[in-house]
């Protein structure tokens, strides 16, 4: 779990480190909330799906991979809670209860549980380029069984007619997003540790130290 932000200063030959606590971690989370707010606007509606494809699971996969665990789901919490009570934060700046109840509320809902997952993964693999996009195929699978299994019963549909509109269409882009996520979220969490700008060092496993 990040912690703090250690930020280094150096005087009259001395170095100091300021530690930033919890309230930092809060301030994270809800910029994380905020990215997945705004990539879920972009949004392509599909035909033959009451499912579009959006940006919401791209922008998961990479809060998970940057924050990890418990920040990254926290992230997913505060975006889930926000849409629920109205904001329009949702795909097409939609907001409120309606909406996580409706045909695709499985997969927002799948959100919270895909990043505990992923989160998870990645705790005991480590973060690696291999290893994120393993955990983002996984949370794509996670995500979309809980939309197909949520708009067969919204929608009072067969599996088969389930599958096709809410699965199907999106397993090639969502590899594509999962590899997307993967690469750039390692790329990112990296840059941000160089940069002692945070510090994951209470969790890092031996994969991540070398």
Do not use: C
Request: net charge positive; glycine share 12%; no cysteine.
């Amino acid at each position: 779990m990040l912690t703090y932000l250690h930020l280094e200063l150096t005087h009259k030959g001395r170095q100091f480190r300021l530690k930033k606590s919890s309230t930092y971690n809060y301030v994270l989370a809800a910029f994380g909330a905020a990215i997945i707010a705004v990539l879920a606007q972009v949004s392509i509606p599909l035909p033959f799906s009451p499912v579009p494809i959006t940006g919401q699971t791209l922008a998961v996969g990479l809060i998970v991979t940057i924050l990890g665990t418990r920040l990254g789901t926290f992230s997913v919490l505060i975006y889930i809670l926000l849409g629920a009570v109205g904001l329009p934060v949702f795909s097409g700046m939609s907001g409120g209860f309606a909406i996580l109840v409706g045909p695709t509320g499985g997969y927002i809902v799948g959100f919270l549980v895909t990043a505990v997952i992923m989160g998870l993964y990645l705790d005991k693999f480590g973060i690696t380029i291999f290893h994120a996009i393993i955990a983002n195929l996984i949370g794509m699978v996670v995500t979309l069984a809980f939309g197909t299994a949520w708009l067969k019963v919204a929608a009072d549909l067969s599996w088969t007619a389930a599958f096709m509109g809410g699965v199907a269409p999106f397993i090639v882009v969502g590899i594509l997003k999962a590899v997307l996520a993967a690469w750039v979220g390692v790329t990112v969490r990296r840059r941000l540790e160089s940069a002692h700008l945070i510090s994951f060092s209470g969790l890092q496993t031996p994969a991540e130290r070398n």
